[in-house]
């Protein structure tokens, strides 16, 4: 593939989540121009935002709330600007997660219906790789249909509620789904919203060649 | 039960002291042997599913170097990089993740103060933490080593008044995401992993398992993962280029494991 002739800038957001450093790296390798901050006018600004998350479901959301994160998204989605969310960042869209913090469920952001629950395997957290089922005309999985990629999670989207008819049939979400005990979602592609629950950073050359669809769709 | 589909991964580990490869050979091709990012990328490119760096280091003076290595690893490999050996403490584990590893391996400070486990889980995500347990046969009256298993600390040199199995159950129900689990028996010897240890902790928890300690021939790694292992360690025989990661997989693939 040849270098887009301008670079991408993406933000990486920043709100205090894990390892990002991973994610500022390989997205700088397929091309794009990289800035880790949880500044919201800077998140609102960039070509791509990348949403990033792991560990503890309500621990995440405090953060990215704290940031701001959810106003961002919103503007940048009604604009049809893109957001890339992973592993938890990709939890956070759905309505809510059954992940205990003190026993309540907590709320999720809301961009798609459903919830996000344990997985139901004889091995949990889900930690390796695994392949993947892609539909037809998935623009982040062009050329890496048939790879593996990294997970490790021990909650999913176990169930996808979003099926639009009418005339909204044309732009249904393409939805990956994966299996460790039970089928999850493990990508989506939903208009500007994209998310994965493995770890394209983490995903060596699989991972790098989906990120660089991603920064080439920008 | 609908199918798991995650393949066996194959782990290589490298010691790293004061940010160099402990007894460094050398693989051609390779610039400098001694330089832990250098061997990372070199087993990467044969295919590696995951790397793992034991710290060394005695003087905590030359851990900064460590971190270095760690994150110019992170920079350059782009595979989960798990780093353990003498980590004691939450900011230790804070600082090991900001220079780029994904998880990190706790176990003496775990042992003596077995609450780090829960602290660790609760900041970071059970995830990010490895239980690394150094497993010893206890030695009868007889001199012989019995089926019981005990736990050791400081590198196997010390052993701990603790059932291993049972240390293995209460660190998965206190957070931790995984069992990297050595046997100091079996290290070195190249004969083959300790199935039966391998089993008897596959059966008390229910978080992925590492197998590590014995790997001397590519024949050696599909018995463990019969035993139950979700992941096969090995660091010498990488180390010393008797064998490739692929020639691994090879072997695990003749077996019926599924890998990457």
Known sequence: ?218 | MAAVSVATRVIACLDVDAGRVVKGVNFENLRDAGDPVELAKLYDAQGVDELTFLDVTASSGDRATTYDVVTRTAEQVFIPLTVGGGVRSVDDVDRLLRAGADKVGVNTAAIARPELIAEIADRFGAQVLVLSADVRRRIGDDGRRTGEFVMTTHGGRTPVDLDAIEWCARAAELGAGEILLNSMDADGTRDGFDLELIARVRAAVTVPLVASGGAGAAMHFAPAVAAGADAVLAASVFHFGELTVAQVKAALRAEGVTVR
């Not at chain 1, 039970?182 to 989506?188: G, L, P």
Request: contains cysteine; glycine residues 12%.
């Open chain 1, 1 to 218: 593939m040849t270098a887009p002739a301008a670079r991408p800038h993406v933000v990486v957001l920043d709100y205090g989540s894990g390892n990002v450093h991973s994610a500022v790296r390989a997205l700088e390798r397929v091309g794009a121009d990289v800035e880790l901050t949880g500044d919201a006018a800077a998140a609102l600004a960039a070509d791509g935002l990348f949403v990033p998350g792991v560990g503890n479901f309500h621990a995440c959301l405090r953060g990215l709330r704290a940031a701001d994160g959810p106003r961002v998204i919103d503007i940048r989605l009604a604009g049809g600007r893109p957001v890339l969310g992973v592993c938890v960042g990709m939890q956070a869209l759905f309505d809510g997660s059954s992940e205990s913090a003190g026993g309540q469920p907590e709320e999720g952001l809301g961009q798609w219906p459903g919830s996000v629950d344990r997985l139901d395997a004889p091995v949990v957290p889900h930690m390796g790789w695994s392949s993947v089922r892609v539909p037809e005309g998935t623009r982040l999985f062009a050329g890496v249909e048939d790879q593996r990629f990294y997970f490790v999670h021990s909650y999913a989207a176990l169930a996808w509620h979003l099926h639009p008819e009418g005339a909204f049939a044309a732009v249904a979400p393409k939805v990956t789904w994966a299996t460790h005990g039970t089928d999850f979602v493990a990508a989506v592609e939903n208009g500007p919203l994209s998310a994965t629950q493995f770890h394209p950073e983490k995903s060596g050359d699989a991972g790098a060649h989906l990120l660089e669809n991603w920064v080439r769709s920008l």
